[in-house]
């Protein structure tokens, strides 16, 4: 088993920035793709950002590209999203998921269904 833990949310003016932090703990050998998404009151959740194990490739939602950067760090188990510019459109709970199945080093997934094992959230709010 995998337990994610995320940290890093808050209330922050727009046009700030927030550093959220994913820590993974347990079985950390099965940690492979890492994602983040993000879910709004009323809306479905959505995915934002995610990363390969290796780290050397990422894909992000078009609203967050220029904005957003995913990293990870695996020798602290760790995943990163730094958020700039952020708008208060960007006000939701955000997750980190991982995904258990190696698929290479390479691979990454936007797909939610793809993910194994997913943290509680940490809630972003950006104010106007």
């Known amino acids: 088993q995998v337990q994610l833990e995320e940290s890093g949310g808050g209330l922050v003016q727009a046009g700030g920035s927030l550093t959220l932090s994913c820590a993974a703990s347990?079985?950390?050998?099965?940690?492979?793709?890492m994602g983040w998404f993000r879910q709004a009151p009323g809306k479905e959740r959505e995915f934002v950002a995610a990363?390969?194990?290796?780290?050397?490739?990422?894909t992000y939602a078009d609203f967050v590209k220029g904005r957003f950067t995913i990293s990870r760090d695996n020798a602290k188990n760790t995943v990163y999203l730094q958020m700039n510019s952020l708008k208060p459109e960007d006000t939701a709970l955000y997750y980190c998921?991982?995904?258990?199945?190696?698929?290479?080093?390479?691979?990454?997934?936007?797909?939610?269904?793809?993910?194994?094992?997913w943290g509680q959230g940490t809630q972003v709010t950006v104010s106007p």
């Open positions: 347990g079985r950390t050998s099965s940690t492979y793709a």
């Open positions: 998921a991982a995904d258990a199945n190696y698929s290479g080093d390479h691979y990454y997934t936007p797909w939610d269904y793809e993910y194994d094992y």
């Open positions: 990363i390969s194990w290796s780290g050397g490739r990422t």
